[in-house]
């Protein structure tokens, strides 16, 4: 996951591949809850790894539950029988709204029955999200709930420490127009109050996002609940009612998070198609409809068991005019569909997306003008006007994204703009939410031309700092990391393992340097998490000798080498982008790269800047030495045959002698961000 400020994305050009998606936010949570409500053990398969699930195991393992994992995506949760295990506790849940409602139900009916006292809050926004329709239903029930701060919203305290029985004769009033969680939250606790009576549930207003109740009645039949339904205006648990484990139970991939992929392959999969594994067309989640809308627009799809395949049909994408009731969250993607549609979309009944993470409709309005489109807005609907299919009236933006994950990710689509702009996507991280990997699984499946992704060059003498420079660089903009000299003194490392000289006078036997280019060509080289690694092996420290560095500068200077490893360098520039450091990144490697640093400090500096780094490592130095060592290697480097070091025509001179590395972090980044298209 990304954990930068902000993340460029390059004009997008092609899609087709294979995504595994995570698994559905709204399963999970769901049945994590009715695994924590159980009697006995249920083994929980594919569960979702995200900030939302997280904040969710959290508070069950503080109220008692026994969780163990099995494996990445696979818990046993040892459930709680209906019973409180401790009897008070505060409960943080994020922005989850698939935590906070159902567990406030829960708590309500157990702080009743057992007693105890909660306190459930969350980050500001959802303190902003209402929840007294269902504090209101619950109180009817004779809940006691209070608010710790304004009236209908969370923060919330549940439970006042003293059981006392619940009102369970007259039906639960609750309504319908403002949220689906809130019957949800109803759904998944009554069952745990129901033993001697039945109860009865009543939707006032027309009930929206039809689907995701149906997926909580889906569940709640796997864990031995059968609810009565009377159209969606009334809902009976049966008297005698209790939660049973299934056992095992599998969770399907999101859903909503299909949609992404749904959508690139309608924008980009025009030779093979893009496949979503986890989800098919019989999925119990009602965003799987989207298959529908996109269909509509002109999108391809064919549905196996749990398998989608997708490809461009209709180019550019049919208009809609659609009621989004049924999918709520996976209509956001249709937005930025519409950018690219032949005539205006109108997407109605959406208007549960001001009580999301967001007010969705007033941002997505809000991010889609910032690219140039004409957006119009109104209490439940928007309407996108498309932009040109001829690069006209498209703009560069940077898309704020509100720390809602679904802005995120339907942001990154506006990416295949036919003006070949790029997109900047403010706090990357925010798809933590429901999809940690999101815009990883998405390099995996999208391509476009080497000359769209963006280069930093930063070249320089030894010892000049360039490495550090470069990986803080990289580590800031989210791009890849290209230590050139490393790949040079891994070559010197091989050699040495694999018994091929590389003193002065081998080099002049043109076998051996034949060898050293062969070796070069085939390196097996992976640079990851700041470690370096050769056939697998950690060789970070071990290319920092200064036996290895001395082998390197004269491998460097080795013209069969350098052809060798240019192809090997040039491999490195992948989405989403990449800071390279060498001694002829800017002039040989990447000479089309729109920043180019030269690095430069006194050989005094340098020289002491290397004694420092040895003494630290417990290792004999004489700075005399080193100095001369760098000089003779500076000459080496300047005077070579073959890619000499010098400052490319169009680099930007860094003297660092007196600069901090922040300092020269900042000084880059500044030039950098006056070189982006939305810099201001």
């Not at 109180?139 to 006392?164: E, F, T």
């Not at 009565?228 to 998070?257: K, L």
């Amino acid at each position: 996951m990304y954990r930068t400020a902000f993340l460029d994305i390059p004009p997008l050009m092609r899609a087709a591949g294979t995504v595994r998606l995570p698994g559905s936010k709204s399963i999970s949570n769901r049945v994590l809850l009715l695994a924590a409500l159980c009697d006995g053990e249920t083994v929980i398969e594919d569960l979702l790894d995200s900030d939302d699930t997280r904040v969710m195991l959290d508070a069950l393992a503080a109220l008692g539950c026994g969780l163990q994992r099995l494996g990445p995506a696979t818990v046993r949760v040892r459930g709680l029988g209906g019973r409180l295990a401790t009897r008070e506790g505060a409960l943080f849940l994020g922005n989850a709204g698939t935590a906070m409602r159902p567990l406030t139900a829960a708590l309500t009916v157990l702080t009743a029955r057992h007693r105890g006292r909660f306190e459930l809050s969350g980050v500001p926004r959802m303190h902003e999200r209402p929840i007294g329709d269902l504090v209101d239903a619950l109180r009817q029930l004779g809940g006691v709930i209070d608010y710790l701060g304004q009236p209908g919203y969370p923060p919330l305290a549940v439970g006042n420490g003293k059981p006392h029985a619940l009102r369970l004769d007259a039906p639960i009033r609750v309504r319908g127009d403002v949220s689906s969680q809130f019957l949800t939250a109803l759904l998944l606790a009554l069952p745990l109050a129901a033993e001697h009576q039945p109860i009865v549930i009543e939707v006032e207003g027309e009930l929206i996002s039809k689907p995701y109740v149906e997926i909580t009645l889906r569940l709640l039949q796997r864990f031995g609940v059968e609810v009565e339904r009377d159209g969606w205006q009334r809902f009976t648990i049966p008297a005698g009612t209790r939660y049973t484990t299934p056992g095992r139970i599998h969770v399907e991939g999101d859903a909503s998070s299909a949609s992404y992929f749904i959508a690139l392959g309608a924008l980009a999969a025009t030779q093979a198609p893009v496949t979503i594994e986890g989800v098919g067309l019989a999925s119990i989640q009602g965003d799987i409809r989207f298959v529908d809308a996109a269909r509509a627009m002109g999108a391809e799809v064919e549905g196996e068991a749990n398998r989608l395949h997708v490809r461009r049909g209709a180019w550019p994408l049919r208009a809609i005019d659609l009621d989004c009731n049924a999918i709520p969250d996976a209509a956001m993607t249709l937005a930025v569909m519409a950018l690219y549609a032949d005539g205006p979309c109108t997407l109605r009944h959406i208007g549960s997306w001001r009580v999301k993470e967001t007010d969705r409709i007033a941002a997505m309005a809000c991010e889609l003008r910032k690219l140039g489109a004409t957006v119009d807005e109104g209490p439940d609907w928007l309407r996108v006007h498309p932009l040109p299919a001829d690069r006209q009236g498209w703009r560069a933006a940077a898309l704020h994204t509100y720390d809602d994950h679904r802005m995120a990710m339907c942001g990154s689509l506006a990416a295949f703009n036919p003006a070949r702009l790029p997109v900047r996507i403010l706090d990357p991280q925010c798809v933590g939410k429901t999809f940690p990997d999101y815009f990883e699984t998405l390099w995996s499946v999208v391509d476009t031309d080497p000359a769209h992704i963006p280069v930093i060059c930063i070249d320089g003498p030894t010892a000049s700092g360039k490495g550090t420079l470069a990986a803080t660089l990289a580590q800031r903009l989210g791009y890849h990391a290209l230590d050139s000299g490393a790949l040079y003194r891994l070559v010197g490392l091989a050699a040495e393992r694999a018994g091929i000289p590389t003193d002065d006078a081998a080099l002049a036997d043109p076998a051996i340097v034949q060898s050293l280019a062969t070796l070069a060509e085939t390196l097996p080289v992976r640079f990851a998490d700041g470690r370096i690694w050769l056939a697998g092996d950690d060789v970070t420290a071990d290319v920092r000798t200064e036996a290895i560095g001395m082998a390197a500068s004269r491998v460097s200077a080795l013209p069969a080498v350098r052809t060798a490893l240019l192809a090997l360098q040039r491999g490195f520039r992948r989405l989403p982008g990449l800071v390279a450091d060498g001694r002829d990144m800017g002039t040989v490697v990447f000479p089309d790269a729109p920043l180019k640093i030269f690095l430069t400090a006194s050989a005094t500096t340098r020289a002491r800047r290397r004694y420092e780094q040895l003494i630290s490592r417990g290792e004999a130095a004489s700075i005399d030495s080193l100095l001369a060592d760098l000089e003779a290697r500076d000459a080496r480097d300047q005077t070579r045959e073959s890619a000499p070091l010098k400052p490319a025509e169009d680099a930007l001179l860094l003297d660092n002698s007196d600069q901090s590395l922040d300092e020269s972090v900042q000084t880059v980044l500044s030039w950098w961000q006056s070189r982006r298209p939305f810099a201001a």
